[in-house]
């Protein structure tokens, strides 16, 4: 995601309202936000906080990065042994050996390596919370 002038706290001043905005149940019947709340709802109260204005399509682009984000992160939290989240800073945690080891073969994953991210938890509600769309679906039930 290029930051220019957009920074890691307004990526998480983003994150923080569409959480707020899913849980008071604005996502929907398909599992995502609209257009229409993104534009009535998070974007009047991003564009506030932030010192450049956004747009519908910027939300859009962070959204992609936060589910790129997000299964990088799950990858960490669910496959791979010697990492641990740490709630309280935001950051994963592992020896340096298994990090060096790890690094080797995934590369891009160093922007996790001791530095404080967005938060996990929040990327889980925002990007896991929906439900599954098109052809790659799976019904269950009767």
Request: hydrophobic share 40%; proline share 4%; with cysteine.
């Amino acid at each position: 995601m290029n930051l220019g002038p957009w920074t890691m706290d307004d990526t998480n001043e983003l994150l923080h309202l569409l959480v707020d905005a899913i849980n008071i149940g604005l996502r929907d019947a398909n599992g995502s936000l609209s257009k229409q709340n993104v534009e009535r709802v998070i974007l009047p109260r991003l564009n506030a906080k932030i010192k450049f204005p956004e747009t519908y399509n910027h939300c859009l682009s962070c959204m992609k990065w936060f589910k790129k984000q997000y299964n990088k992160m799950s990858t960490l939290m669910c496959n791979i042994s010697g990492f641990e989240w740490d709630l309280i800073a935001k950051t994963f945690i592992a020896s340096d050996e298994v990090w060096k080891d790890y690094l080797k073969s995934h590369p891009s994953y160093s922007i996790l390596w001791e530095k404080r991210v967005v938060d996990y938890e929040d990327l889980k509600i925002v990007v896991e919370g929906g439900i599954a769309p098109g052809n790659g679906s799976i019904a269950l039930g009767p």
